[in-house]
Structures are given as structure tokens and as C-alpha cells.
């Protein structure tokens, strides 16, 4: 059996009740305050309209009075309606803010892990290329060095970006050259770029190695990756990186596993396999286990 309207309007006051019954109940209760009261106001015409019968006229009077009661019964409920409403829409409200957050913080830890995975990869082939744009732009002019000016060279930086030569066309202002940019190293507080000769040579060897490792890894069973990890650790050595004797400035650019480093007066102790000791040693610094350096 159908509920009765004042039903109705008691389930939608409970805790329990949902916004859109509720609000469903709020509009059939304001259609329904308009109906009684055109009601309750034609019969109170009705009873006081002298043509009407005595008896005409107390039955009208007794309906209008039932008619007011119903509306003021109504408009107590209005007050309990709004206020349930009110809590639901709050409920909700809070509950989108919660699930918002929960997504922003797995999203935010999704952006961190993909840029601690593709950071090295990606500033290895940056520092690659501007390192070449760099070394080119320096080449084409001494090639343009003397010569006219229809057989000048575009170096390949104002090729890639539609200019012939350091200004913008029809707009002004000077082109800022992309290898003149500084960019952070992502875990301190040194720069990746601009650096020297040996250190966009140790970029590029990091970031094949990684992106060899990452191909391997997507190809292999567990046990086969588990065993592909183990000889990759066993490449890594620690070595005491050090300056004998010191020679009065900072030498920059040292590869490790890390990252790059620099050597001052002090000696560091980085993680190093064969070619970056290699490296480090052509740099002219001098490199030892630290294990054999513990056991003196």
C-alpha cells in the first residue's frame, strides 16, 4: 500500500533518508501548501458569503479550518526537511572532498614514481642533445667565419626552431639558446646542465645502461630479473675518490651511481663501476676500494 504523504514527510526527516527523496518530498509539500491554501481561502469565502445556507456555511468553516491545520502541519515539516537536506548535501560534499583527495594522492604518487623512473633516462638524452647543440652552434660559426652571406650555415638549433639567426622574425627579441638553460639535478641541490665534456659522456652512458636495464627487465621472468639485478649490483664497487695532492679548485662531473659528483679538498666516497673509475682516474683523481682503504 502507497504511503500517505505525512508518511512521506516522517521517512524523509530520518537519518536514514536520501537526497533526492527528500528533496522530492520538499517540492510535493510546496505544491500542496499552494493547493490547500487556495482551498482553505475559497472556503472561507464560502462560509462567510451571506447566500450561503447556515448549515452550508459551518461545514465550510469546518473544512477551512482543516484546510489551515494541514498547512500549518505541513509547515512544520519544512524546517526538519531543510535541515535533513542540508546534512545530506553536506555528507556528500564531504565525501567528494575525501574521495578527491584520495585520488589527487595517487595521482601525486603515480607523478613521483614515473619521474623518479624516467628522470634519468629523459636528462641523459636532453643533456646529450644540447651538449651536440652546443658543440654545433660553435662549428657552424667558424665554418661562417669570412663567408657571404648567402652561403652561410643555419645551425641546427635555429633550424629546429624556424629562424636563420639569433633574433625572432617580424617579433623581436632575441632567441634565448636552449643549451644556455640551467636544469636541477632532481635529488640535490647541484645543477644537471650546463656541465662539462666528461660529464655529458658519463650522462649518456647512465642513460643507456638504464634504459638497457628497463628493456631487460620488461622481457625477463622473475627469477631471471632477480638474477639480472644481482650482477648488476656486483658492477658497483665503493671507491675513496680524492685529490693527491690537492690541487686548489674543485673538480666536477665525476659519474657514479648516484648521479655526478664533485671532489674538492675533502675525499668523497661514491658507488663506481669499471668505466666510471676509469673515467674518474683520466680526470686525474686518484681512486681506491674502500675496502682496502679500511683495512689499512
Known amino acids: 500500500m502507497p504511503k500517505s504523504f505525512e508518511e512521506r514527510c516522517q521517512a524523509a526527516i530520518q537519518p536514514s533518508s536520501r537526497g533526492p527523496d527528500v528533496r522530492s518530498v520538499l517540492v510535493d509539500l510546496e505544491n500542496r501548501v499552494v493547493e490547500l491554501t487556495a482551498k482553505a481561502q475559497g472556503l472561507r469565502a464560502l462560509s462567510l458569503d451571506p447566500e450561503t445556507a447556515p448549515a452550508a456555511a459551518l461545514s465550510a468553516r469546518h473544512e477551512e479550518a482543516d484546510a489551515t491545520f494541514a498547512i500549518e502541519r505541513l509547515e512544520a515539516f519544512k524546517p526538519r526537511l531543510e535541515e535533513r537536506l542540508s546534512q545530506i548535501e553536506e555528507n556528500d560534499r564531504k565525501r567528494a572532498e575525501d574521495e578527491g583527495r584520495s585520488q589527487l594522492v595517487a595521482r601525486t604518487s603515480a ?41 652561410r650555415i643555419v645551425c641546427a638549433e635555429f633550424q629546429a626552431r624556424g629562424v636563420e639567426g639569433p633574433v625572432w622574425p617580424n617579433l623581436g627579441g632575441w632567441v634565448e639558446r636552449l643549451f644556455n638553460m640551467r636544469i636541477p639535478e632532481l635529488t640535490g641541490p647541484r645543477v644537471a646542465w650546463p656541465i662539462d665534456k666528461h660529464q655529458i659522456a658519463m650522462a649518456k652512458v647512465m642513460a643507456d645502461e638504464h634504459a638497457q636495464i628497463l628493456a631487460a627487465q620488461a622481457a625477463r621472468t622473475p627469477a631471471a630479473i632477480a ?43 661514491l658507488w663506481m663501476h669499471a668505466g666510471q673509475r676509469a673515467k674518474a682516474e683520466e680526470m686525474g683523481l686518484h681512486v681506491e676500494p674502500l675496502e682496502k682503504v679500511q683495512a689499512r
Open 227 to 269: 638474477a639480472a639485478k644481482r650482477r648488476e649490483e656486483a658492477r658497483w664497487t665503493r671507491y675513496r675518490v680524492s685529490q693527491k695532492p690537492y690541487r686548489g679548485h674543485m673538480v666536477t662531473g665525476i659519474g657514479h651511481r648516484e648521479g655526478t659528483s664533485s671532489v674538492a679538498q675533502d675525499p668523497v666516497t
Open 111 to 151: 607523478l613521483a614514481d614515473r619521474l623518479r623512473d624516467r628522470w634519468p633516462v629523459l636528462i641523459g638524452e636532453l643533456i646529450e642533445i644540447l651538449g651536440e647543440l652546443e658543440e654545433n652552434s660553435e662549428a657552424v660559426e667558424r665554418a661562417n667565419r669570412g663567408t657571404a652571406q648567402h652561403a
